[in-house]
């Protein structure tokens, strides 16, 4: 069965640091991948997708996310996060029969 | 926000109680979704919709029944309630203008005691 995997169940950053959270998924054919964002006591939001072209996707609020096929990866960055980015994230894909498979979702916490 | 609606979004009720929750979209989109969200376990598709009565299961079907008599509501049904289904759900649609991105309504936190 196609699988998504976050590496980090948790992260702790202060202000200004970078962040990279981390995502695989294990089906091989042409993907649609998502990275949404939940802050406390919030729904889920988009943050970015990807579904071809440029492998490097633009988000909102200054995320990025690299698909890198070889890899099967498809990782989040930021180059310097704020009190604010403080959720959780979740990295999804589109699974062959067409249903959206989650990972199991990684706690940032922002320092101030 | 995609115009998602759930109702209620908080609920308390005792094991072996019958439970509906609903969930309502003004967009008119044609596939729409039930998650649960459990700590360590990401979102799992409870059911989904493809259209008005067209309903298929999900990874986590066991225990709840789902009907759409018209495209803007989707109801999802615990016969009998477990402490086990005690969990948030969330509601969602897909986008049906080509970009297959799903939006996630405000959730339902509902404790089975």
């Known amino acids: 069965a196609q699988s998504v995997s976050q590496h980090n169940h948790h992260v702790i950053l202060s202000e200004a640091a970078s962040l990279e959270l981390g995502c695989n998924y294990s089906y091989g054919g042409t993907v649609n991948l998502f990275w949404y964002v939940q802050y406390p006591g919030q729904h889920l939001q988009l943050l970015l997708k990807?579904?071809?072209?440029?492998?490097l996707v633009k988000g909102i609020k200054g995320f990025e996310a690299e698909f890198i096929k070889s890899k099967f990866s498809f990782n989040l960055r930021k180059p310097s996060v704020q009190w604010s980015d403080t959720a959780e994230y979740f990295c999804?894909?589109?699974?062959?029969?067409?249903?959206?498979?989650f990972g199991q979702g990684t706690e940032l916490s922002v320092k101030p | 926000d995609a115009g998602i609606t759930q109702s209620p979004r908080h609920k308390v009720t005792e094991t072996g109680t019958p439970v509906t929750l609903r969930c309502h979209q003004t967009?008119?989109?044609?596939?729409m979704y039930w998650y649960r969200q459990d700590p360590g376990h990401g979102l799992r598709l409870i059911h989904y919709?493809?259209?008005?009565?067209?309903?298929d299961k999900g990874e986590v079907s066991d225990g709840y029944s789902v009907s759409r008599s018209k495209t803007e509501d989707f109801l999802l049904t615990l016969e009998s309630a477990t402490s086990s289904q005690t969990s948030v759900y969330f509601c969602?649609?897909?986008?049906?203008?080509?970009?297959?991105?799903?939006?996630f309504g405000p959730g339902t936190r509902l404790t089975v005691l």
């Open positions: 919709s493809y259209g008005v009565k067209d309903t």
């Open positions: 990807y579904f071809s072209g440029d492998p």
């Open positions: 969602a649609i897909r986008d049906s203008l080509g970009t297959d991105t799903q939006y």
């Open positions: 967009e008119n989109h044609r596939y």
């Open positions: 999804a894909v589109y699974n062959q029969g067409g249903k959206l498979i």
